[in-house]
Structure formats: structure tokens, C-alpha cells
């Protein structure tokens, strides 16, 4: 018995209907793995070219600012 996907090719941008079956389950995991690498990858990759932005990092700071001054206010209520 198997179960249907919808699959993207990423050189065509086209969706397209996979019947998974015991016989290709293997092969199926391993593209999704590389899929799921590749997407880990180009995040990594924009969140580093992001931080490495000035108006980025100046809005970082003063997010990691606002953060520090609500935990110091919370250690003071404790």
C-alpha cells in the first residue's frame, strides 16, 4: 500500500504526483533530506547576509536591548 505526495522539481518549478511504495520509500527520505539541507542552507545563508546588513544589525541591537531591559525588570519583580 502506498500514499500520494505532491512533489516539487526544483529545475522546473512543476508539482508533480508521486506514488511513495515500499520500493522507492528510501529514495524518497533521501530527496527530501537534500531538499530539507538545502533549505537549511539558504537560510543560513540570508540570515547571514542579513546580519551583516547595518539597518539589520541597528534593529538586532536595540531588539536585544528592549529584551535585556524586560529581564532585568523581570528579575527585579522576582
Known amino acids: 500500500m502506498g500514499c500520494s505526495i505532491n512533489k516539487k522539481l526544483s529545475s522546473s518549478k512543476q508539482t508533480t504526483n508521486t506514488k511513495i511504495t515500499n ?20 537560510k543560513a545563508k540570508v540570515s547571514y547576509q542579513l546580519q551583516k546588513n547595518p539597518i539589520i544589525q541597528r534593529r538586532m541591537n536595540k531588539s ?9 525588570d523581570k528579575i527585579f519583580l522576582n
Open 64 to 72: 536585544r536591548e528592549k529584551l535585556d531591559e524586560i529581564c532585568q
Open 23 to 42: 520500493d522507492n520509500f528510501e529514495e524518497y527520505l533521501k530527496s527530501v533530506g537534500s531538499l530539507a539541507e538545502s533549505h537549511e542552507l539558504r
